[in-house]
């Protein structure tokens, strides 16, 4: 007889029924098997990455605990470096984050009861929706245009439901890499200051903009009464893992944010942010960012090549004009389905399957989504020649 003490029953929280992801989940424990061409993350490339200025984890005094809000050299310079993009804002409107992904929680937090009606685009960023389900919300979706939202959708959703917020990623939209032009921000603008709805705008990969000619504003720059939160990151321009992004609010709600931080996690590591804020200043800081682009370009224009030699005649896509991603719809007969990622997985290949990125229900089996900056050309390649066999021996009709 065992001697060990009965595992007590686990009582967990109703939310974490909410928890689940397994397709997310197999597939990013897939992408970092050796071996495996992973089209999946959101990794950028290494070798683009600028050189931070490290000096900073040398000195004690930034080793003790620091303010909630973040750095003054960092909230300054954030400031000053959003202010550059379009939106003008205080050095205090600017809480240091552990990544853009933190101040989706804070939201969904200080905005999501069970049940309230949040709108998204559709498709959306998966670990939003993750993290706005976990909270309880209703997500709720308006279709995704060329050049921004669907504009009727969108006004026939504010209007009959309300939702308490919009989630908006306005700069090479994760998936679908949609870059909106400067009338749709106008008009979305308009939109959310006449339901007076709160906006999220999301903007990892403003900085990662490889061909755009028209002002990127940032809607939350042209609102004139809805409230706003501004969420930004280091991940993608600099390096992921130093896990440092930064939120911008309307005063009215700073006080409220900066409480969930303390929180969380009291502030965010403030090595890395004397890092960021030095680099942000620095001389270097504009050469780096057209190296990253340059680097990018020539990346982008590698897929897009190696596509149009093996999923031409399998699915229609727009090669993206910033971002990280390209979003494929395929054409009739042809699904990106669970059978379809377990035959690629198996070939050591992986990919993120577009019903990620919707709501229940969504036609999302007719795309997928493929991210190039990891992969090397041969990769890309080898990769996609054998993605492109998994989907057409998986075809609906045989072709
Ligand atoms: C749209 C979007 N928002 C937020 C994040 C999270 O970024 P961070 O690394 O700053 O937490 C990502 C990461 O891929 C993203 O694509």
């Known amino acids: 007889m065992s001697c060990e003490p009965a595992l007590p029953a686990l009582r967990l929280a109703r939310r974490c029924d909410r928890l689940t992801s397994s ?7 897939a992408a970092v098997q050796p071996g495996t061409i992973s089209f999946a993350g959101g990794l950028p490339a290494a070798d683009l990455m600028p050189a931070l200025p490290l000096a900073t984890l040398a000195d004690p005094a930034l080793w003790q605990y620091g303010s909630s809000e973040g750095e003054p050299a960092y909230r300054e310079a954030v400031a000053a470096w959003v202010g550059q993009g379009g939106l003008t804002i205080s ?7 552990a990544g853009s992904q933190q101040g989706l929680d804070f939201a969904a937090k200080l905005l999501i009861d069970e049940g309230t009606p949040i709108l998204c685009e559709g498709p959306t960023y998966v670990a939003a929706l993750q993290t706005f389900q976990l909270f309880g919300a209703e997500v709720l979706c308006a279709p995704l245009a060329a050049d921004g939202p669907d504009l009727a959708a969108l006004e026939t959703l504010l209007a009959t439901r309300r939702p308490r917020a919009i989630y908006l990623i306005p700069c090479f939209q994760n998936p679908a890499g949609t870059c909106y032009s400067a009338e749709a921000r106008r ?3 308009a939109l959310l200051d006449r339901y007076d709805t709160l906006l999220i705008e999301d903007e990892p990969y403003r900085h990662v903009s490889l061909d755009v000619d028209h002002p990127m504003t940032p809607v939350c720059a ?3 009464r809805a409230p706003w939160i501004y969420l930004g990151s280091f991940s993608k321009i600099l390096w992921p893992g130093l896990r440092l992004g930064f939120l911008a609010a309307h005063p009215a709600l700073m006080p409220h944010l900066v409480r969930l931080k303390q929180a969380a996690d009291l502030h965010t590591q403030r090595p890395g942010q004397m890092a960021v804020a030095h680099w942000l200043a620095s001389a270097e800081r504009e050469a780096d960012l057209a190296r990253l682009r340059e680097g990018y370009r020539a990346r982008r224009d590698a897929m897009q090549a190696a596509l149009e030699r093996h999923f031409a005649t399998l699915a229609e896509w727009q090669p993206p004009r910033g971002g990280l991603f390209f979003w494929l719809r395929l054409r009739e007969g042809f699904e990106a389905t669970r059978a379809v990622l377990d035959a690629a997985l198996a070939q050591g290949v992986t990919f993120m399957p577009g019903e990620a990125f919707f709501v229940e229900g969504a036609d999302g089996h007719r795309f997928l989504r493929l991210n ?6 041969a990769q890309m390649e080898r990769g996609l020649a054998l993605l492109a066999a998994c989907i057409r021996a998986h075809a609906a009709v045989p072709a």
């Open 23 to 29: 397709l997310v989940r197999d597939i990013l424990a």
């Open 91 to 97: 050095p205090q409107q600017v809480l240091a984050l």
């Open 187 to 189: 008009a979305v603008a």
């Open 222 to 224: 042209l609102l004139r």
């Open 372 to 377: 190039y900056s990891h992969a090397t050309p």
